[in-house]
């Protein structure tokens, strides 16, 4: 049997530098949540086979926007109500409950990065469907980069040479990602590559794009629609 793919959004997080009411996932763009564009780009993958979003156990929002009834989410679609208190907490719980094989490649993406093109994401799977350790989108650094000291001066200026930025997707096996996710702490895990950097192994970098930014503040939501709406065009 042929691994499969799975991707795993975890939709737990509550936004808090977001600076608003609603959770980040659920703020309106472009007629829709944040979290159904996300979703709605993996979906659409015809390689992807299932969907996982981790939310919340306590979320109020998800069932009331009706993702599940999406014409995207039909037959791929699947929610997990364990969402725990940190990214990786979340993603470890969406990959105990998956019903996967320990070669399947799993796709974690971030339930933020809702303008992912879709030729970014076919870019990173046909580049690490045959990888022995599998890897993530990212971006070379193009900006030059200060260090500061405590009183917010600059330190040091870093030499970007050899530096990337790191997206999602982060592509790797069911089985690699779980053993290395069970043995790394929560609090010093920010994205799954670092789990896996861990083991001794080397996440393979496939060029990303500039507009699979984090939606991280407000006033992204502005860029984020534009984005989008340049896409239908």
Not at 37 to 56: M, N, Y
Not at 139 to 157: I, M, N, Y
Request: overall charge negative.
């Amino acid at each position: 049997m042929s691994a499969r793919r799975l991707a795993v959004v975890p939709a737990a997080g509550s936004g808090s530098r977001f600076g608003q009411a609603t959770p980040k996932q659920y703020t309106l763009l472009a007629g829709q949540p944040l979290l159904a564009h996300t979703l709605a780009v993996l979906c659409a993958e015809p390689r992807i086979d299932q969907v996982w979003v981790v939310i919340s156990p306590d979320d109020d929002w998800f069932e009331p926007f009706g993702f599940a009834q999406q014409a995207w989410a039909q037959s791929k679609l699947r929610v997990l109500r364990q969402g725990g208190a940190t990214r990786a907490e979340s993603v470890r719980n969406g990959l105990a409950a998956l019903d996967a094989q320990p070669d399947d490649w799993v796709l974690v993406h971030d339930a933020a990065r809702c303008c992912l093109p879709a030729e970014a994401l076919a870019r990173l799977i046909d580049e690490l469907d045959t990888d022995p350790c599998g890897g993530l989108l990212a971006l070379p650094v193009a900006d030059t980069l200060k260090r500061q000291d405590k009183d917010s001066r600059v330190a040091v200026t870093v030499p970007r040479d050899g530096l990337w930025q790191a997206q999602t997707p982060q592509m790797f096996r069911h089985g690699l990602l779980s053993q290395a996710l069970a043995i790394s702490s929560s609090a010093d895990i920010t994205d799954e590559a670092s789990a896996i950097e861990r083991l001794g192994l080397c996440p393979r970098l496939v060029r990303g794009d500039a507009s699979n930014f984090k939606v991280t503040y407000a006033q992204d939501i502005r860029l984020a629609a534009a984005l989008l709406s340049a896409g239908q065009n």
